[in-house]
């Protein structure tokens, strides 16, 4: 058949559910990447706390958007607590992006085995290239 396959309601269904699967795919993966951003500068703070070996003195701590000055040992437990929860958050992030890109691999595989070279769902392929099988 030189037209190829007749796409059905079903197909027209999974092409969809693919579209929205790959849009809050890039939206997990990018809160995962902002928290790894966020855990890098905590421990960056925790560090610099480290080395200015001022344990009695105040130290300026962000909190909203106002900073206030703390206890080193303070900041130091603040800091430890926000880590926990971006690891956290960071863990359930990149499990729903793992979920979502298992759903998206199946789909993949429905439509392509349906469809072959006349669909195409990878993100910017290069010119001319084939999808791989």
């Known amino acids: 058949d030189s037209e190829g396959p007749t796409v059905t309601l079903g197909d027209q269904l999974n092409i969809n559910k693919f579209a929205k699967a790959n849009v809050k795919f890039k939206e997990e993966s990018k809160v995962v990447e902002l928290a790894k951003q966020e855990l890098q500068n905590l421990e960056d703070a925790e560090n610099d706390l480290m080395l200015l070996d001022d344990e009695d003195g105040l130290h300026p701590y962000l909190l909203g958007e106002v900073f206030v000055h703390l206890p080193a040992e303070e900041v130091t437990e603040r800091l430890e607590r926000k880590k926990l929860d971006?690891?956290?958050?960071?863990?359930?992030?990149?499990?729903r992006a793992a979920s979502l890109r298992g759903e998206m691999a199946h789909l993949k595989?429905?439509?392509?085995?349906?469809?072959?070279?006349?669909?195409n769902l990878d993100e910017n392929p290069p010119a001319g290239a084939q999808r791989a099988g």
């Open 86 to 95: 971006l690891q956290q958050k960071c863990r359930e992030h990149e499990e």
């Open 109 to 119: 595989k429905v439509l392509y085995d349906k469809f072959g070279d006349r669909i």
